[in-house]
């Protein structure tokens, strides 16, 4: 016979239903109890063998991607690692994360042309460039973007800004992302 949550069965001789509501209870709280449980685990500070643990610095900055991005791809890393060394951190705790690919475009274009035409320079990009070989890659066109608050021209066709954020492993980061 089924039995509904909380609710009193009709009792059957000596039985008033009390037993019941008292199950009902300590199963409720063993639930709230167990949901609430936390899991946590630590390893030691000297295990060389855990994985670093990265987060997204939302202080994203421009690089201007060269002509020729085959002969002047170094130029993009090393832009990075400027901007790495700026921030105070070290090149084995920090690396580029995400890379939106601004595509400029003409007069009489608009900017799926541009986005179009980043779209086809990723591969070089990753070529040419070491850093950005295994980054998430997002393409957009336009003619001038925001970068961290700042308004950056990214040109006509034929142009490109990229517009980098990068990942950080250390103590937790203080920035305004809000902007």
């Known amino acids: 016979m089924a039995r ?3 609710f009193r069965r009709k009792s059957s001789g000596g039985e008033d239903g009390t037993g019941w509501i008292y199950a009902d209870l300590f199963l409720a709280l063993t639930i709230v109890g167990l949901g609430s449980a936390v899991v946590t685990s630590s390893s030691p500070a000297n295990d060389s063998k855990a994985p670093k643990t990265f987060q997204l610095s939302c202080a994203e900055f421009p690089v201007r991607v060269p002509a020729d991005i085959r002969a002047n791809g170094a ?8 901007e790495i060394a700026k921030r105070g951190w070290s090149a084995e705790s920090s690396k580029p994360g995400l890379v939106i690919v601004m595509g400029g475009f003409g007069g009489n274009e608009s900017p799926g042309d541009g986005d179009g035409r980043a779209k086809s320079l990723t591969p070089a990009l990753r070529a040419a460039s070491p850093q950005l070989a295994s980054v998430e890659m997002r393409t957009a066109g336009a003619r001038s973007v925001s970068v961290n608050g700042q308004q950056t021209s990214v040109g006509g066709a034929g142009s490109y800004v990229l517009v980098v954020y990068l990942l950080y492993s250390g103590p937790a980061l203080s920035e305004d992302c809000t902007r």
């Open 75 to 82: 130029q993009i890393d090393n832009s990075i690692s400027q």
């Open 4 to 6: 509904g949550f909380g």
